[in-house]
Structure formats: C-alpha cells, structure tokens
C-alpha cells in the first residue's frame, strides 16, 4: 500500500483528517440521514478529527450475537441507520427460514439513554417488514426477554444493551426461536444478510402501528412464577437478610418481585440506586464485578446486619454477590465460587427431590474454574464445556433437548443459568438460588462463605483472577490484535519457572503438546483465545474481549484443602503463586 492521504480541515488547528475518513463522512452527509446527525457529523469534522476517525474508519460489526458500540453517527457507531440496517438484514434472513408462517417477534430494552428510542425505531422496521411485534412497554431484564420468546412462540427476540459497558455504550442482542442468543448456521447466515445492506435506503422505516403490541404485567407474572418453580422449599427464609440493588437497571423488575413470591421477607432495596438511570450517576461503572459498584448496598447491608448483598448488571443477566466471612466482613464472591456454590446446592436438592434419573448435566466455559467439572464427575454428572458466553450454553441444551435434563451452568464472569426455561445468564432467578442458599444455611448454622470452603474441601480448592486491559479505539484494536499474535507466534516456554505443557489455541483449533509437538484438533467452533497449562497445574487463558475493547488474562491455580481450618492460609498461598504469575508474564 502507498502513503497515506490526509486532507487538512479547516477550524482544526495543526490536525489532519485521513481521506478516507472524510469520504465516508461526506457519504452521510449527503445520503438520507436526518438534519441532527449531519449536524453531528459536521461538528465531529470542525472539532474533533480523532472521534470522527474512531466513528467512521470501519462498519460496526454485526457479531455472531449481534452488535455493541459507542452512541453517536457514523459506520461504527450505535444508531437508528446502524441498528435499521442490521434489523432489515435479520429481517430479510428470517422471511427466508419461515417463508410460509407469520412471523413474530419480541423487543425489550434496558436503562440505557436511548433504548427506548432504539427499541422503537427497531420495532418500526420489523413492522414495516410485516412482522408482528411484541414490544415491551417499559424496560426489562434480559432474561425475560428469553422468556417471553419462548412463551409467545416467537421466531427471533431482539434486546437493546449494551449490559455492563460504560453508559456511552448501547447495543443489539439478538435471540431466535429457542430463546437463545443466535449461533451456526443462522449467525453467520444473519451477518451474511446484513453485510448485504449498505445504504439506509434499503431500509424499511416506516412502520405499522397495528402489528407493534405493548406486553408487559402478563408476561411479567408468567417470568416470575416460572423462575420461582426453579427453587425449592428450604428453611430459614424468615430470618435471612439480604440488602439488593438493581445499580439503576432492569432488574428492580424482576428480584423483589420473584424474592417476594418465594417468601423471603427480609429484603432491603438501596434507594439511591433503585431508580433506573442510563447515565448510572451513584457508581463508576454499572458492572457488579466492580466491587466499588456494591459499595452503596454494602454500606446499607452493614448498617441492617443483613446475610448478604445482590447486585445486577443494568439488563439483569450478570449477578454479584457479596456474602460475610468468618470475621463478619461482606467480601464479594468471584463468579467461579459464586456458580460452584449454586452448582453443588442445585445438584443436592435434585437428589434430594428425587429428581435426578442419570441423564442430567450441567455446563461450563473454557475460561471458567475446572471445578465445575470436578463436581460433576464427582457427582455422576455430565459437564460439557463450550465457548465463552451463554449462547453456547444454550446451544449445548439445544443439542440434548429429549435426551438430557440442563440443571445448571455458569461462567467465570458473574452470570448463571438455573434450568432451561430462560437460555441466557439470568440474574433473577440466580438471586433465588442464592438467597436459598444463604437462608438454608443460616438454618443450620453455617453461611454461604461456609459452603464454599466447603465445595472446595470436597472437589479441590481453586483460585482465580481476571485481569482486564483496555484499550480504546481503532489504534487500541490493532494493538490487542498484536498482543495476541504475539502470544501465538512466540509463545512462553515457561512461565513462573513451570514448564508449559499444553498450549491450546482455539483460534486456529489445534492443541499442541509442548513437550512431544504432538497436535489434536480442537472440537468446538473457533474463538480467538490461547490458554497455557503448566507442569504445576495452573492454568492461563489469553483473549480479546468480543464486546468491549479490552483483552482479558485468566488466571487458575489449585491446591487441596485439607479441612476448613486450613483455608486462610492455603488463599494466601495460591494468591501468592497467581502474583507471581502475572509478574512472570510482565502484564
């Protein structure tokens, strides 16, 4: 390639804009967009050259499970053209695969500023496309979203999130017929169609109000008594204590009200927080993950004596929970102790109920702790381990429905799945199980905190830690894309003077055995993610976030844990060995 071409812009001093830049924003301003966003657009040209690089230098990339981005006009960027045209490619797709049936589907949409547009505009387009629409009439938690796919024999369920992203964020999810986020062959058949829009005026805006129906308390109360069904009938709930917080999103509909109808009586609703709220104005990040984003609830939690602390990511799928440990403090549990717990329960009470016939199993990710996997063995229980994300979880249901019974799955990044009613990450009914968990074991005089030293008493303690490295825009990617290579071009001999072992590198879907070369094939789909095994056991994992622009580093070490007694000390031993992993990788 030649040299690359800069135009100078008037009104910015000492920048340059790239040509190609400036094409494609020029092709905007005069195609059929609205006045608002050629102004936009315009102001983007005369003051800040580098946002509109990031705006326009590529499409927003319709995903395997749909779209993420930035708000704002422009290629790469979340809007009614970007959003209109991937909707009329799905639309396009989905007349193909039920040409002879009506079809329906259903929207819903979360806190964000502009999901109530969105949501709309979205609906007008598949309108405008004959398709009936069931629209919820105010924001919703994205497993209800699943649900009501199912419930309304939809053909497709469309979310509008961005989930935990920043509040500049907003995005597109996309479900089928399952209730399932989409996976092959309809993804890549999807993008297929969507790639082939490229101009708004192949779009259908103009909707039809007659086919776009608002739903919302009858499928609400449908939700709620389906996910309290998943529960169980345990003790204690008239003395547990939990402090909630929905952090400004969806889930203020969906956990008091489910946790009410399961009879637990003591819950407290943080206030401040409680009100949704797009620009999420009490913490720095809406993501549970966070700890500073529990910090309100376990303010309030403290000041109530109460058991434990619930908070949710702003669509409800991701679940944080924070629980006290043996000197009374709340410490928040990472979403491996908090699914192994939840696994560990739900299989007991299936064998306590007589509910277990041997065709059951459970599911896991390959970036999630192996503990699930030691439970499962342990328990005669099949654990199937897919891709990172709830979508794969969902699709390994789809595999065995009418063979095998889900009870159960999970992964690293706070978000699980109780049965298969809903097939995506579902923080309400999650916040259940939890609470049942919490309250059957303050009946019999233990905590939450005791069942998980207790899991790991009985299958292995383990120990993880995520690492999360942004990296922003357009220069931020190529930089990811380079770390990457370089892991995969060069990879470590050792690492914290423990030999690799086995590299698997999902990406090109070959695993290496380092010490004789040896190579197997790597039966699942393929995923841009590289994990090393060491001779002493630990576990790294290395992959570019597919929804914000981050490249995550998981790290897994393990240990047995004799007796209960012994846990502080063997914690600090394996957070020790992860340290010093993390420093031998120079991250």
């Known amino acids: 390639m030649g040299r690359a071409l800069f135009l100078p812009i008037q009104k910015t001093t ?13 092709m905007w301003l005069q195609g059929s967009y609205d006045e608002g966003t050629k102004a936009a657009i ?4 005369e003051t800040d050259p580098k946002e509109l690089g990031d705006s326009f230098y590529t499409d927003l990339e319709f995903g395997t499970g749909g779209m993420r981005g930035i708000m704002g006009p422009g290629t790469n960027r979340i809007n009614k053209y970007t959003l209109g045209m991937a909707t009329q490619g799905l639309c396009n797709y989905m007349t193909q695969c039920f040409s002879n049936e009506t079809l329906k589907v259903a929207i819903a949409f979360d806190c964000r500023n502009n999901s109530d547009v969105f949501a709309r505009q979205v609906a007008e387009v598949f309108s405008a496309n004959n398709v009936h629409v069931y629209l919820f009439e105010s924001l919703r938690p994205t497993p209800e979203l699943s649900f009501a796919v199912r419930h309304l024999n939809c053909h497709a369920g469309i979310v509008l999130t961005a989930s935990h992203n920043p509040k500049e964020y907003n995005g597109y999810k996309v479900y089928w017929n399952d209730g399932a986020q989409i996976v092959r062959p309809h993804d890549g058949k999807i993008i297929a169609e969507v ?12 909707g039809r ?12 109360e449908a939700f709620y008594e389906a996910s309290v069904k998943q529960g169980f009938d345990v003790p204690g709930k008239n003395d547990f204590k939990v402090v909630f917080t929905s952090i400004h999103g969806t889930s203020i509909n969906g956990i008091p009200q489910v946790l009410e109808k399961a009879n637990f009586k003591n819950v407290w609703i943080v206030p401040e927080q409680a009100k949704p709220d797009g620009n999420f104005p009490t913490v720095v990040s809406p993501n549970p993950e966070e700890p500073e984003a529990l910090s309100m609830a376990i303010a309030l939690a403290n000041k109530e004596g109460a058991d434990m602390v619930i908070g949710t990511d702003p669509d409800s799928d991701r679940i944080g ?7 009374g403090e709340l410490v928040i549990m990472n979403g491996n102790q908090t699914g192994a717990v939840m696994t560990e329960y739900l299989i007991n009470q299936w064998r306590n109920s007589g509910k277990l016939k041997g065709n059951e199993f459970i599911a896991s990710t390959i970036v999630t702790s192996e503990l699930f996997m030691d439970i499962a063995a342990a328990n005669d229980i099949d654990c199937p381990i897919c891709l990172t ?7 390994l249901i789809r595999e065995h429905e009418g063979t095998s019974t889900f009870i159960g799955g999970g992964e690293e990044s706070f978000g699980y799945m109780v049965g298969d009613f809903v097939r995506d990450k579902d923080a309400v009914t999650s916040a259940l199980i939890a609470c049942e968990i919490g309250a059957e074991a303050l009946d019999r005089g233990s905590t939450f905190y005791d069942e998980l030293i207790a899991v790991y008493v009985k299958y292995g303690f383990y120990k993880e830690r995520l690492i999360s490295i942004t990296k922003k825009g357009r220069d931020g990617a190529a930089e990811i894309k380079q770390m990457m290579e370089g892991y995969r071009t060069n990879p470590p001999a050792s690492i914290n003077n423990s030999k690799v072992v086995r590299l698997l590198d999902f990406q090109e879907s070959i ?12 039966d699942l789909p393929k995923s841009n993610v590289l994990q090393f095994y060491t001779e002493d056991g630990s576990k790294i994992s290395a992959r570019p976030s597919g ?10 070490v393990k240990s047995k844990l004799e007796n209960k007694s012994d846990f502080a000390q063997k914690e600090a031993v394996l957070e020790k060995r992860i340290d010093e992993i993390i420093a031998s990788l120079d991250i």
């Open 195 to 206: 790639k082939k829009i490229t101009s708004p005026d192949e779009v259908k805006f103009e």
């Open 209 to 220: 109000d007659e086919l776009i129906e608002l739903i919302g308390s009858e499928i609400d």
């Open 321 to 327: 929970i924070a629980v006290r440990n043996h000197e």
């Open 547 to 556: 929804t914000e622009p981050k490249i995550k580093f998981y790290f897994s």
């Open 389 to 395: 994300g709830f979508k794969w979880i969902a699709d």
């Open 42 to 45: 315009r102001r983007l040209i």
């Open 14 to 26: 000492n920048k340059m804009i790239e040509k190609a830049i400036l094409e494609r924003a020029e």
């Open 511 to 522: 695993e290496t055995n380092m010490e004789t070369g040896e190579k197997s094939t790597i």
